[in-house]
Every structure is written in C-alpha cells, then in structure tokens.
C-alpha cells in the first residue's frame, strides 16, 4: 500500500514538474521579443557605420544591413574587422533614386530585406541612413513625413515580432524647419537611444 502510495505521488510529482516546466517554456516564448535601438552620431555615418557592424557581430551573429547611404559598398565593407566576414548582408537602397520614390511604399525594399532575412534566419537589423535622406530639401516636408511614419511603423512591427532593430543616424544641424522633429519622434519611437559624437 506503501508503495502504491509512493508511486502515485511520484508520477504526481513528476506531471507537475512537467508541467510546470511547459509552463515555462511557453512563458519564456512569448517574453522572447525584439528591441528597438535608435543610435545617433556626429561621426561620418560611414565611419559610424563600419564601427556599429563590427560590434553587432563581434559574437558571431549575422546582421542584415538596410544601407541608404551607400556606406556598405563592397570597397567599405574591405575596412570592416575581419570577425565580420561573411556576417554582413547589405540590402542596398539605390542612391539615386529619391528616397520616398524607394521607400513611399516600403513593400518592394520590405520584401528584398525579409527574404534576406528568411534566408539567414537572422535577428539582427541595421538601418543606416534612411532618417538622413528624408532631409533632401527637394522631397516635400509633407511627402517625407508620411515616408518617415511608414517606415517607423515597420521598424516597430519588426521589433514586436523578436528582431533587434538598430537604426544609425547621423546629427543633423542648421536650420531644419519642420523637419527639425523628425528625429525626436523616431527616438520616441525607440526602445532604446544612444549616441556617439566624435570630441574635439
């Protein structure tokens, strides 16, 4: 009868430890979520840019890079640190074109960036330079604005749905106008905000 006894309490045991660690397991999954990173800097983008790559993969993982700037052409990446090799996987936004021509819609650049992504199975996300086009003095205040809320939208979602997202800007100055909050709402907008201003 003992025994009996004892068995039973110890399946007992052991269903609740299981269950328990269910639990946890499911727990832990849906806490699993992204971050949002806005990082600001009086550097050359460029230079600041190479600089933050080699961090985001100093342990190994890999980064999808959104490049708005041109900073990832294939003579920059050459100054990346060599523990970047084959980590960095540029999606290219063309120079050429307008930047809300590129990005109005979003879904041609979105859809290059999640095969990219899907490919490598990567959860790392660099934007560099998209905020610093929407200054061109010849997009509309107004046409620039929707762009930028488009695109922090995007960020957003990707951030919700388990990706680090860090978005480099550079420090803009002179006289901005209305365009003078675009950066303080993309900040709002972020997890987190940092900077990295070069001393004179």
Request: proline fraction near 2%; charged fraction near 20%.
């Amino acid at each position: 009868m003992i025994s009996a006894n004892t068995e039973t309490q110890t399946e007992t045991m052991a269903t609740a430890a299981e269950t328990a660690a269910e639990a946890m397991v499911e727990s832990l999954a849906e806490t699993i979520t992204g971050r949002f990173r806005v990082c600001v800097t009086n550097r050359s983008i460029q230079d600041a840019a190479v600089d933050l790559s080699d961090s985001l993969t100093e342990a190994g993982e890999a980064v999808v890079i959104m490049d708005a700037c041109g900073c990832f052409q294939p003579s920059r990446i050459s100054r990346c640190a060599p523990h970047s090799a084959g980590l960095l996987h540029v999606v290219r936004v063309s120079t050429s074109d307008s930047i809300v021509d590129s990005l109005g819609s979003l879904e041609g650049i979105w859809t290059r960036f999640h095969t990219v992504q899907r490919d490598l199975q990567a959860r790392q996300i660099l934007v560099v330079g998209v905020l610093d086009r929407l200054y061109d003095p010849e997009i509309l205040t107004r046409d620039a604005a929707r762009t930028l809320g488009g695109i922090k939208c995007k960020l957003e979602q990707l951030a919700r749905d388990g990706f680090d997202v860090t978005v480099l800007c550079g420090k803009q100055t002179g006289n901005l106008g209305t365009r003078a909050h675009f950066l303080p709402s993309l900040c709002a907008s972020a997890d987190q905000v940092s900077e990295s201003f070069r001393t004179n």
